[in-house]
């Protein structure tokens, strides 16, 4: 299924060997911020409408870009009345947690919102980016700079989408919080791209790259050489250690793995891959914000005795492509052995992820109604899996996780994306909710 970013990466490792250089960009910071730009402070109480909308896109490659920008764009053609005025659905998005190939649509729209209706196609969509890469690499003037395939992603990212833009130009006043997630095998951490996990390294996000970031989101193990991060000791910050013992398991493991960046010796460095790894659906991101962070006690509603509605849209790109071990008696290949082997593992965490989310929401707006609000909480799916067309989901499920797609499926699933959203029966009765009908 890879097997066109393989040759990709065998260039990579012919053509720069051993020396790629990837040095740490992140800067030192001598105090930690208690308010940064880029806080997850910033997003509480952001909302006093009547919805809450947080949005979590899937890897997949190109795949994966195309779906989260599809459904998008069906929010952007949804108007609804809120507050008396009418505006459309996507301006009530007030986070966007992504991984992999779902990061070039996140932190696109973050930088530039409504550009994305425009030029996002054009500019990511429809580009042959795989035979880009392979051509930077192939130029004499790389093979002995050092550029390694990553350092090649991250200057076709910066050149191409995002420019010299960092996380200090994404204007929160008019963007949607945008979480871009990688892996740390360091520690074996999801790593988000906020200032609270900065914090860990004693760093600054406000002047860290934002191609950088999803190069690391987006890096394949193997493929592309990780993105490395400077663990400095110039801080002081409080031991997370004595967190309350009432958490969940999962969130106290992953407590455990937060106080592994206190070993600045240790861990001097940490190494930063696939987002996909530690979280393919971007959901984890939001779970730990709500259970570590408990963001959902601090809904600020001014209007009595009214309804708050929080939804949850989950992109899921993955797929499950026919292998073909069941046409015949013989004994599978190796590459049919891996690939169902990694797609059985994929789809069963998936979907625990998934029943995991959807059963905590139903905690959280309990926590968070009051007699003042009641939290209503929508959990809503996109996913090839949901495709009513047997045709077309046989048609998307054998679609490659790779960096250049046929313009004409990249069309055929945006607008899956669109029509899955637009006839979901949850998101028909929220929107019958919001305009009161």
Known sequence: MLKPLAILSLAGVLLTGCSAINKPENSEQAVTPSDSHYSVKRIIGKSNNDVSII???????????????GVLEELHQTPVTINQEQQALVSEVDVISSVSGGSFTSAYYGLYQDKIFTDYKQDFLYQDVRDALMGRLMNPASWFSGLGRTGAAKQYYNEQLFG??????????????????ASDITTGL??????????????DINDYPIANAVAASAAVPVLFEPIVLNNY????????????????YRSQQTMLEINEYENKQKNQYIHLVDGGITDNLGLLAIYDMMELGQLHKHVQID????????????????????HGIGQSASLPSLEQTLNSVTDIQLHRYNDATKELFEKSMQRWAQDASNEQVTVVPHFIQVSFANTQDPSKRHKFNQVPTDLVLDKAII?????????????????QMLLRQLNHQ
Do not use: M, W
Request: with cysteine; net charge negative; glycine share 4%.
């Open 164 to 181: 010299d833009a960092t996380f200090a130009d994404i204007d929160l006043s008019q963007s949607p919080y945008i979480i871009i997630n």
């Open 55 to 69: 949005l979590s896109f899937s890897g997949g490659g190109t795949r994966a870009a195309a779906l989260s920008y």
């Open 303 to 322: 209007r009595p005795k009214s309804e708050h509605h929080v939804v949850v849209i989950s992109v899921d790109a993955s797929t499950t492509p026919e």
């Open 190 to 203: 999801r790593f988000s791209f906020i200032q609270e996990y900065f914090n860990l390294l004693c760093s």
């Open 233 to 248: 000791d110039t801080c002081q910050r409080q031991s997370a250690a004595n967190q309350s013992q009432s958490l969940s």
């Open 411 to 427: 069309d055929d699933i945006i607008a899956e994306g669109r029509q899955q959203l637009k006839t979901n029966p949850k998101y």
